[in-house]
């Protein structure tokens, strides 16, 4: 989808320019925020601030970086620590991670998302279309998960 400032027309933009116009448009109209930006990926590593820059001046006004195991939740949290009240953390367990969990993780997970910038458990589901972890590993998983969604967070 991309925008404009007068109509919001559904088509994909055909450049990362584009989608910066788009994303620019919509700013003066929008309060613009990221909900799954994948800010822990190794690519990223060596350019989160070029990341950010070029985010906020798309009119990007907030980013919440998700987590998909524990690993990428305490990354999401760490730089909620360096872009404070820009970055916010979800923090949670990827179906395709959910063969792994014990209770360790559980531990963990809980007290990641005690942290007032974790604002939302995430990002977990169900994935069915790839088998890195069973139907009814995942269900378990995504269950215990919901149960800290009861705690006052969203559920991304």
Request: net charge negative; charged share 30%; proline share 3%.
């Amino acid at each position: 989808m991309s925008c404009s400032s007068s109509k919001i027309v559904k088509d994909t933009p055909k450049s990362s320019s584009d989608l910066a116009e788009a994303l620019e448009d919509l700013s003066g109209q929008y309060f613009i925020t990221d909900v799954s930006a994948n800010l822990t990926n190794k690519k990223f590593a060596r350019d989160v601030d070029g990341v950010i820059e070029r985010a906020q001046s798309a009119g990007v006004k907030k980013i919440i970086v998700s987590g998909t195991n524990i690993q990428s939740s305490k990354e999401a949290l760490r730089l909620t620590r360096i872009f404070p009240d820009y970055i916010y953390c979800a923090a949670g367990i990827h179906p395709n991670e959910a063969k792994s969990w014990d209770d360790d993780m559980e531990v963990s997970l809980r007290e990641i998302l005690s942290n007032p910038e974790c604002v939302a458990v995430g990002q977990c589901g169900l994935d069915y279309t790839k088998k890195f972890s069973e139907p009814a590993e995942q269900k378990e998983v995504l269950n215990k998960q919901d149960l800290f969604g009861r705690t006052n967070l969203k559920m991304g």
